[in-house]
C-alpha cells in the first residue's frame, strides 16, 4: 500500500474539544492523537507516509472533488469521484454521545472500496495488536475499537473492510467497547451537531469577511479543550518553519501569550464572555501550581509542559527532521506572554464589570514591575536573553492598564512607575540609529511585533518612530505584501513569512486609515487560508507553500483582530 505525503495546505481537521484529527483531502485520516490534543499519535502518516499509520479509503481513480463542514462545526464532508460515479465521507468526532472517537458515513460506493486502517500506536513505538472481537469489531492494543457494516479483516498490520459497489458504509473508532451500529452512528451525528451548535451560539459574528471569521472561530473553539478552557496553539507537531530544516517544534499546549491574544480577540469580537473567563480561571489554576510566572506554557491538566523527547525512527514531514515531542522552552522568561495575560484580563474586568481572579492578576503585575529590567527570551523564544523590545513595551502598556482596576492607590502608583521606567528605557535604548525601534535594545534590526505598539496603545500611530519602523518593516522584511520577522538565532529568510505578523500590518493601517494598504496586506494573508479555513503559522511568498504547525490559533485570532478593528472603522466612517 502505497501512501502519498500529505502537503500541509491540504489537510482538514476534525474534533470534539478533547482532541482532534486531521483528514487529507483523498478521504485519509493522517493525524489523531486518542483522547487528547497532546497524547501520542496513533495516526501519524503526515510526518512519515509509509511508516506512521492512517486510515484510507481506496478505490480506483478516486479523486477529490470538494469539501466543507457543517455549518460553524467541525463536522466535516468531502466529495470523492471516480469513473463510475461520487463518493460522499462525512467524518466527524462524537460530542455529547456515549462514546469518543471517530465517525465515518459514506454514501453508496461508486465502486469497490478498500477501506484500510493502519494503526501506529504510540508514534508508532508500540507494535499494532489487532484482535478480532466476538461482537464483530476489531481491538486496537485494548485502546480503541473499530466497528462497521460491513466485515473486517485483520491482515499483519492492517484492518481491512471491502465495500461492495451500491452500498452504504459506516465505521465508529471509538475509545470503548459499545454495541455499535448504523443507529448509534445516526444518533451520535445528530448529537454532535446539536452541540456545535450550542458551543457557537456563544459568538456570532456577521460583517466583513464573514467567512474567513467564521472558519477562525470555529478552528478556536475546536483548539479549546472544553474540560478546562485551555486554548493551544496547533493541533500538530513538527511541521517545519523551513522545509527540510529543524525549526520543527511541538505547539500542543497553551501557551500564555497566544492564549491571552486569542481570548483579547474573542472578546473584541462580540463573545458573551463564558470562554475567556474559563481561559483565566486555567490560568490561575496553572500559575498557582508554579513558584514564579515564568513558565510560558502549560500542558492541558495545568501542568508545565514537558521537555523535548526525539522521534528518530519515523522520516519526518517532507524529511524535516528532528520530530520532537514536548518542547524545551518550558522554563523561559516570557515578559510579554505575563503582560498579554494581564491584557486579556483588562479587557474581561472592563466589558464584564468585574476583577475575578484579581489575587492572581496582582501577583503578574508585582512580578512585572519587580522584574521588568531582566533580560528575557521574548515573543519568539529565542535561546539568547536580551531587553526585546516587544517584552517591555507590552509590559509597560500592560502595567499602566491593570492599575486602573486597583483598588489600592500605593499599588497603583507602583506600577504605574514601573511603567513610566520601561518607557525612559526603551526611549533611551531601544531605538535603531533609523529611529525606529529596534529588535532589542542596541539592535540595528527591526522586528514586525513593532508594528503592535500602536495597536496595544503604547504610541500612536504616526508618531516618527512608528512611521520610520514601518519604512524599514516594508523595505526590508516585506515580501509580496507578507512580513517576515527578525530573528537571533537564526536567519528568518530561510523560514516563511509570519502570517500573524502580516495580519498586525494589516491591523495597523486600519489605524492610520490607509484602506487600500491594509485589502493588500490582508488578502495576502488571507490567501494562505486553504478551503476549509485553516491557516499555518507562516507561508512561502513566492510559492504559496505553507509553512510550520496548522491551523495556529495565534494566527487565525490575529484575523479576527485585524477584520474587527476594520468593521468598526467602517461603521464609525459611516456613522459620521
Not at 453508496?108 to 478480532?132: C, G, H, N
Not at 483548539?223 to 520543527?248: C, F
Not at 523564544?381 to 536580551?386: A, F, G, R, V
Not at 504547525?549 to 490575529?558: D, E, L
Amino acid at each position: 500500500m502505497t501512501v502519498r505525503q500529505t502537503n500541509i495546505r491540504d489537510l482538514a481537521l476534525i474534533g470534539d474539544r478533547r482532541t482532534c484529527a486531521y483528514v487529507s483531502k483523498e478521504g485519509s485520516v493522517v493525524w489523531y492523537c486518542p483522547r487528547r490534543f497532546d497524547a501520542p499519535a496513533v495516526f501519524a502518516s503526515l510526518l512519515d507516509p509509509q511508516l506512521g499509520g492512517s486510515w484510507q479509503i481506496e478505490a480506483p481513480g478516486l479523486d477529490f472533488v470538494s469539501r466543507a463542514y457543517h455549518n460553524d462545526s467541525t463536522m466535516l464532508q468531502t466529495i470523492l469521484r471516480c469513473e463510475a460515479g461520487e463518493l460522499q465521507v462525512e467524518d466527524f468526532m462524537p460530542m455529547g454521545a456515549n462514546f469518543n472517537g471517530i465517525c465515518r458515513r459514506l454514501s453508496k460506493a461508486p465502486a469497490i472500496l478498500r477501506v484500510v486502517l493502519s494503526p501506529r500506536p504510540d508514534y508508532t513505538f508500540e507494535e499494532p495488536q489487532l484482535q478480532m472481537l466476538s461482537g464483530g469489531g476489531v481491538s486496537i492494543n485494548n485502546m480503541l475499537f473499530l466497528y462497521a457494516s460491513h466485515p473486517l479483516e485483520i491482515n499483519e498490520n492492517e484492518i481491512i473492510c471491502e465495500v461492495p459497489a451500491g452500498e452504504n458504509a459506516w465505521f465508529i473508532l471509538s475509545e470503548a467497547q459499545l454495541e455499535a451500529s448504523g443507529d448509534v452512528l445516526e444518533q451520535a451525528f445528530a448529537k454532535t451537531r446539536e452541540e456545535w451548535q450550542e458551543v457557537s451560539s456563544h459568538i456570532t459574528y456577521h460583517g466583513p469577511y464573514e467567512e474567513e471569521v467564521r472558519n477562525s472561530l470555529r478552528v478556536l473553539r475546536l483548539m479549546t479543550y472544553a474540560e478546562n478552557g485551555g486554548i493551544i496553539a496547533a493541533g500538530t507537531t513538527s511541521l517545519p518553519e523551513v522545509p527540510g530544516g529543524n525549526r520543527n517544534w511541538d505547539y500542543r499546549y497553551v501557551w500564555l501569550r497566544d492564549a491571552a491574544m486569542i481570548s483579547s480577540a474573542l472578546t473584541r469580537a462580540g463573545s458573551d464572555g463564558e470562554q475567556e473567563r474559563r481561559f483565566l480561571s486555567f490560568l490561575c489554576d496553572a500559575l498557582h501550581g508554579v513558584k514564579e510566572p515564568v513558565v510560558p506554557f502549560f500542558t492541558l491538566d495545568k501542568k508545565p509542559a514537558p521537555g523535548e523527547r526525539l522521534i528518530e525512527h519515523l522520516r519526518g514531514y517532507e524529511g524535516s527532521l528532528p520530530i520532537r515531542i514536548g518542547n524545551d522552552a518550558n522554563d523561559q522568561l516570557q515578559l510579554d506572554a505575563i503582560s498579554n495575560v494581564l491584557l486579556s484580563a483588562k479587557l474581561i474586568y472592563n466589558r464584564f464589570q468585574t476583577r475575578e481572579h484579581w489575587e492572581l492578576v496582582s501577583m503578574l503585575a508585582d512580578y512585572l514591575a519587580d522584574h521588568w529590567q531582566e533580560k528575557d527570551h521574548g515573543l519568539w523564544e529565542e535561546t539568547q536573553q536580551l531587553h526585546y523590545t516587544s517584552s517591555k513595551v507590552v509590559a509597560a502598556v500592560s502595567l499602566e492598564f491593570i492599575a486602573e482596576h486597583s483598588q489600592d492607590k500605593a499599588q497603583q502608583q507602583r506600577w504605574r512607575q514601573a511603567a513610566a521606567d520601561i518607557r525612559e528605557f526603551v526611549q533611551e535604548n531601544c531605538l535603531t540609529p533609523e529611529g525606529a525601534y529596534a529588535a532589542y535594545a542596541g539592535a540595528e534590526a527591526v522586528d514586525v511585533s513593532a508594528i503592535l505598539f500602536p495597536i496595544w496603545a503604547y504610541t500612536d500611530a504616526d508618531t516618527p518612530e512608528v512611521l520610520k519602523t514601518i519604512e524599514v518593516l516594508e523595505r526590508d522584511h516585506c515580501h509580496n505584501n507578507l512580513f517576515r520577522r527578525h530573528l537571533v538565532d537564526t536567519d528568518a529568510r530561510e523560514e516563511g513569512a509570519f502570517l500573524a505578523g502580516t495580519l498586525w500590518v494589516a491591523q495597523y493601517w486600519v489605524m492610520r486609515k490607509e484602506w487600500q494598504k491594509f485589502k493588500d496586506t490582508l488578502h495576502a494573508a488571507l490567501a494562505f487560508m486553504n478551503d476549509v479555513g485553516l491557516m499555518p503559522e507562516e507561508g512561502d511568498p513566492e510559492t504559496g507553500e505553507h509553512l510550520g504547525n496548522t491551523p495556529q490559533t495565534f494566527v487565525q485570532a490575529s484575523l479576527i483582530g485585524a477584520v474587527i478593528d476594520y468593521k468598526n472603522a467602517m461603521e464609525e466612517e459611516s456613522a459620521s
